[in-house]
């Protein structure tokens, strides 16, 4: 059985090429390498996070200017539906002194029509004096002669 042993075993010159230090040495480079290929990875995968971040900020940047904007124009509209109210105001005020003055015009036209059937009818009545008045007239100088 040693003798099966001792053939499965290597060779003395490979032997020494595996010496406990080389194996350390051998598993140190072994460690740094790899940890050295993890370090390169992670440093890789940092730019990527480091990349979507800053895109990230520049949308933020970009979202706080919408939020301002959307701010002033909600800013201005308020304003304007202020100013739509007062003018809204002022058009009933307005309107309601037009129908007003429009009352007091059809009433003055109703008392010029009212005036004018006064005057025509003072002026038939002059006329109808002035005739009278000159029949008189006439009648007194016919009495004279």
Do not use: C, W
Request: aromatic share 4%; proline share 1%.
């Amino acid at each position: 059985m040693s003798s099966l042993k001792r053939k499965d075993r290597p060779s003395s010159s490979l032997s020494i090429s595996n010496s406990p230090d080389e194996k350390r040495t051998k598993a140190e480079a072994d460690k740094t390498s790899k940890t050295s290929n993890t370090m390169e990875a992670l440093d890789a995968k940092m730019d990527a996070i480091m990349k979507k971040l800053e895109k990230l900020d520049t949308i933020e940047t970009q979202l706080k200017e919408v939020h301002t904007r959307m701010a002033n124009f909600e800013e201005t509209i308020s304003s304007l539906e202020s100013e739509v109210k007062d003018l809204k105001k002022q058009k009933k005020k307005l309107k309601k002194k037009v129908e007003e003055f429009e009352d007091s015009l059809q009433y003055n036209e109703d008392d010029m029509s009212g005036i004018k059937r006064d005057n025509r009818k003072l002026e038939s009545d002059v006329s109808e004096l002035e005739k009278q008045l000159m029949y008189m007239e006439t009648y007194s100088r016919r009495e004279n002669l």
